[in-house]
């Protein structure tokens, strides 16, 4: 399967291959008025399988977001059809309004206009809780 | 400006420097009675905890300040769907420390966020109750002389009891403490806070379910309430409860020194016989939390 090469835009390449749905909703890309293509179990050499995603216009992606739902992703950014930088990702420190709280005794429930805040406990462990009710964050 | 959300938010340093004040406002208390006149506390209680509001209020009357008392704030501005957020700014306005207690987790960590004044969590649902852990602490610290080297015994409901958790938190900062657990299965201590507060202390620690085998070896034994809801059959409980309540007979073999402490208020978890034992803290312990609170509200209002 090929998809067309992308002109101005962002590649998020090596996402753990079942993931890249759960990222694009993150991400929310089905917001977006550009092209977007997810391309699922590509296979690859030091992966086995991953997926791929490609979105062909210039936007401002959350890369916080993708480092919490797969730090081992990377992202290209593309100008003009070159690579002209790539973005490691690591576990930020802190999400903000990437997910929300499920605990429905938290003040983040009910309180309209708070954000979302998580903060990062255990790097190794990759383990976020609530800022506010110190829920676990379920992955 | 400080806020008081979590225990851990006093480094040890602090807590003993509040050890110190809290002494000697005991010792002294006329030399205190003064440093808040003309300074106003808030107390927001969105739900009702008699104790614990008249604990804070006592303590800025004692300290000279006075006090703004809102007992059912949820029957008010909540009501009409002001936000924890704007209720905060608002009271900034009129106060200078601000005491909330909420059902929702987290609200006073809002209200800290949006307040220009000192906020202190008085209990934000089953998450945190900090100065109940001021008030347990200085209890440890005068009837025990020291917060290191000491056996801590915690007793019955070890999974949803938010004041044994933060004691916990509290006490692995001090050396050579070593906890014993002693709960029904069904209300163990959560893992998280083992993993999160005692492995990393490297402090001793035993899990049981029998109350009078380690009696003998308790410095503190500090009771909670077995709550009937937190079991899933009225079975369980009837077996399991009278486990669970601390009786002349169970304190046959413990240590002539060893204090009884308890969050109150009490159902019949201590018998009332335990009431006249030399070792039975727990009235005290509301003695201690309020002085506790004073020094709280000095430091927070950076008072001399
Ligand atoms: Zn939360």
């Known amino acids: 399967m090929k998809i067309d090469s992308i002109q101005n835009g962002i590649v998020i390449d090596h996402i753990a291959a079942g993931r890249g749905m759960q990222l694009y909703h993150l991400l929310q890309l ?3 008025e550009c092209s977007v293509a997810i391309i699922k179990n590509v296979t690859s050499r030091k992966m086995g399988k991953k997926d791929i995603i490609k979105v062909d216009g210039k936007v401002d992606i959350d890369i916080d977001a993708i480092g919490y739902v797969d730090p081992k992703a990377t992202v290209n950014i593309i100008r003009n059809g070159e690579l002209v930088e790539k973005r490691d990702i690591v576990l930020p420190e802190r999400l903000v309004n990437v997910i929300r709280c499920k605990n429905p005794r938290c003040i983040s429930s009910t309180e309209q206009e708070l954000d979302q ?4 406990k255990d790097r190794e462990k990759g383990i976020y809780r609530c800022l506010y009710c ?6 | 400006m400080r806020s008081l959300i979590d225990i851990l938010d006093l480094s040890v340093e602090e807590l003993d420097e509040m050890v110190k004040v809290a002494e000697d406002i005991m010792a002294d208390p006329a030399k205190y009675a003064h440093k808040c006149d003309g300074k106003k506390l808030a107390t927001m209680f969105y739900e009702p905890s008699t104790r ?4 804070f209020e006592a303590a800025m009357y004692e300290l000279g300040g006075n ?10 501005s909540a009501a009409k769907g002001e936000s924890v957020a704007d209720t905060a700014k608002m009271i900034s306005c009129y106060a200078d420390i601000l005491a909330m207690r909420h059902p929702k987790e987290g609200a006073p960590l809002v209200a800290s966020m949006n307040a220009t004044i000192p906020v202190v969590n008085a209990g934000d649902g089953g998450h945190n109750h900090p100065t109940q852990t001021l008030a347990d602490l200085l209890t440890i610290h005068c009837e025990k002389g020291r917060f290191d080297n000491l056996t801590i015994g915690l007793c019955g409901d070890l999974k949803f009891g938010r004041t044994v958790h933060s004691l916990i938190a509290a006490m692995c900062r001090y050396p050579n403490v070593k906890f014993v657990l002693i709960s029904p299965t069904e209300l163990k201590l959560p893992s998280y806070v083992k993993t999160e507060h005692i492995k990393p202390s490297g402090h001793a620690y035993e899990q049981t379910t029998d109350l009078e085998a380690v009696m003998p070896q308790l410095d503190v034994l500090y009771m909670t309430r077995v709550q009937k ?3 899933f059959n009225e079975e369980d409980y009837l077996r399991l409860k009278d486990s669970y309540i601390l009786t002349p007979e169970k ?4 240590k ?10 009490r159902v019949n978890e201590i018998s009332v016989a335990v009431d006249n034992d030399p070792r039975a803290c727990y009235f005290k312990q509301a003695y201690y939390g309020k002085i506790m609170r004073e020094a709280l509200i000095l430091k927070l209002l950076e008072v001399q």
């Open chain 2, 229 to 231: 809801e937190r079991f």
């Open chain 2, 256 to 265: 002539k020194d060893m204090i009884i402490m308890h969050p109150l208020p």
């Open chain 2, 67 to 76: 006090v703004l008392s809102v007992a059912s704030a949820a029957s008010s």
């Open chain 2, 52 to 55: 614990t509001r008249l604990s």
């Open chain 1, 134 to 139: 110190e829920a676990k964050a379920e992955n």
């Open chain 1, 30 to 32: 089905d917001k977006l």
């Open chain 1, 117 to 120: 805040v998580f903060e990062l």
């Open chain 2, 251 to 254: 304190l046959k073999n413990a």
